[in-house]
């Protein structure tokens, strides 16, 4: 099956500092979609990005479809930025099953 | 617009107990998939539902079963229960049609299920 990579697997940062997370996919993709998971479980859509670039307020995000890797954006980072981001994929042909990768945990300390 | 519930948030079980995990998909959604989230790692597909029926399944077990109502809403459930079914079980939305061009999934806030 597909493989999703991401990275870093841990970032710290100082309240107000950029960060780029990135994430790889090891096969072609119709659906890309970023989540930010918060403490209580909850995935909390961000971008639908199969391919091109996307803003929403200080988040933005990149997909390059034919290079297979996608890349999220936060500037100006917040405290309540701080959890773990998925890259999520589905792959062409495989109806709806995302597959996840292993994350981005965030802390954004003060 | 309602969006993907899900209940109960919480619960405790003992080991070979069962226990049914409830969904109802987001307003104009046909289809939901389950998810299972284990600690520190990203959720896993279990399956998914479309017209009452199991369309897809990943890589587990008979012990976890579903089915889908005619209003679309759905239960997941798991049979004798082992401590590494521990986990945060993920109800996902989302419209048939759109199962192979793609568009946004939506998860809802997830069961918690601890296995004693």
């Known amino acids: 099956g597909i493989q999703v990579e991401q990275s870093p697997p841990d970032l710290i940062l100082q309240e107000g500092a950029n960060s780029t997370l990135r994430c790889n996919f090891s096969?072609?993709?119709?659906?890309l979609q970023w989540f930010h998971q918060n403490p209580w479980g909850q995935l909390i859509n961000l971008f639908y990005?199969?391919?091109g670039t996307k803003q929403n307020g200080r988040l933005s995000a990149t997909t390059v479809a034919t290079e297979r890797y996608s890349l999220l954006y936060i500037s100006s980072s917040q405290t309540t930025d701080s959890g773990v981001y998925f890259c999520a994929v589905l792959n062409t042909g495989t109806a709806s099953k995302l597959t996840f990768g292993t994350g981005t945990r965030l802390q954004v300390t003060l | 617009d309602a969006g993907v519930t899900q209940s109960p948030t919480h619960l405790i079980k003992t080991r070979g107990q069962q226990v049914t995990l409830r969904c109802s998909p987001k307003s104009g959604h046909d289809t939901v998939s389950w998810y299972q989230q284990a600690l520190g790692q990203g959720p896993q597909f279990i399956f998914q539902?479309?017209?009452?029926?199991?369309?897809q399944r990943g890589n587990f077990p008979d012990r976890f079963s579903g089915h889908q109502f005619p209003n679309y809403s759905s239960e997941l459930n798991v049979n004798a229960l082992l401590l590494g079914d521990s986990a945060l079980y993920l109800c996902?939305?989302?419209?048939?049609?759109?199962?192979?061009?793609?568009?946004?999934?939506?998860f809802g806030e997830g069961s918690w299920l601890t296995v004693v």
């Open positions: 990005i199969p391919s």
């Open positions: 996902a939305s989302s419209l048939w049609a759109d199962s192979y061009s793609g568009n946004t999934i939506y």
């Open positions: 539902y479309y017209e009452e029926e199991e369309r």
């Open positions: 096969d072609s993709v119709n659906n």
